[in-house]
């Protein structure tokens, strides 16, 4: 999936996580993207701005008055310029900042002028994350149209163990992706997809099953939540991650996948149903290997 002709910019903030910004900065580049890096003065504590300058091919701005001898108000020309911003790694301090409209570094600046999508991935110690000052701050972003991605739970840099680490660079990838790689001319559209192979028990030990891999399935249903469309995976056991940005549905059996409720697979994890989807006047797309006898009782229903 390629960026070409899209403007991402990146803003890193004063965390230790900020030296993973060059990965997501190099790929970025990779996708066909025109990438621009603002960083907070506490951030080059972590990272070189001459490192994402060498990345990106463009100048690293850190200073608000900075004299780089361009005739235009820099932080509005970046604003315009974005189609989409991500602040990443977000400490609680600039998240607490964006949450109140204020506006003290090129960061914030660019950020308050800026009319594109904006992300926001926290990267903090657990207990700062938890604060509920911290949570009302990200629940005021999210208010006024921010999207918050969520942080991972593991070992942070204190060598505490919770939530507050800077999600991995694929997902924040994925996040910009889906935010502007394709217009949103299936937004409202609901559709299902079917994808992976079944299993059908012959005994307590044994079962019928096929190879098939989900992959076609999986990539549709990626392609339609790229396009804006409320998607729900309905999918077989396979080897392949969760595709984001949809509703996941895993069941065992072809009957497990007309009614969940046959099941304690699908049952557990959501009440759709191919026949409720269905139903609804949603699209429906099946990509399933089933043995012929399940073949036909899906087609008829």
């Known amino acids: 999936m390629e960026l070409n002709g899209k403007c991402v910019l990146l803003g890193v903030s004063g965390g230790i996580a900020a030296y993973k910004m060059a990965n997501v900065a190099s790929a970025l580049r990779k996708l066909g993207a025109d990438v621009e890096v603002i960083m907070t003065k506490n951030a080059t504590q972590f990272i070189t701005p001459l490192t994402f300058e060498t990345l990106t091919g463009h100048k690293c701005m850190v200073d608000t008055f900075d004299r780089d001898f361009k005739f235009e108000a820099t932080h509005i020309s970046l604003a315009k310029k974005a ?26 600046t660019v950020v308050l002028a800026a009319k594109c999508p904006k992300l926001v991935a926290p990267a903090m110690n657990t207990g700062m994350l938890e604060n509920p000052i911290t949570q009302d701050n990200l629940a005021t972003l999210e208010r006024y149209g921010f999207t918050v991605i969520p942080s991972e739970s593991g070992v942070l840099a204190c060598k505490d163990v919770g939530s507050g680490r800077l999600p991995k660079e694929e997902v924040l990838i994925e996040h910009i992706l889906h935010t502007i790689a394709r217009p949103k001319d299936l937004a409202g559209v609901r559709i299902a997809v079917t994808a992976g192979p079944t299993q059908e028990a012959l005994d307590p030990v044994r079962y019928l099953t096929n190879h098939s891999t989900g992959k076609m399935g999986y990539a549709v249903a990626r392609a339609a939540a790229m396009r804006g469309a409320d998607v729900t995976l309905i999918h077989g056991p396979t080897a392949l991650q969760p595709v984001r940005f949809t509703e996941d549905v895993p069941i065992t059996t072809a009957q497990q996948m007309h009614s969940p409720e046959q099941g304690t697979s699908a049952k557990t994890t959501s009440n759709t149903s191919v026949k409720e989807v269905k139903s609804a006047g949603s699209l429906f797309v099946t990509t399933t290997s089933a043995f012929p006898h399940f073949i036909k009782f899906s087609a008829n229903t």
């Open 83 to 108: 189609d989409v911003i991500l602040v990443a790694p977000a400490t609680a301090n600039v998240i607490a900042k964006m949450a109140h409209g204020i506006a003290d570094d090129m960061l914030t």
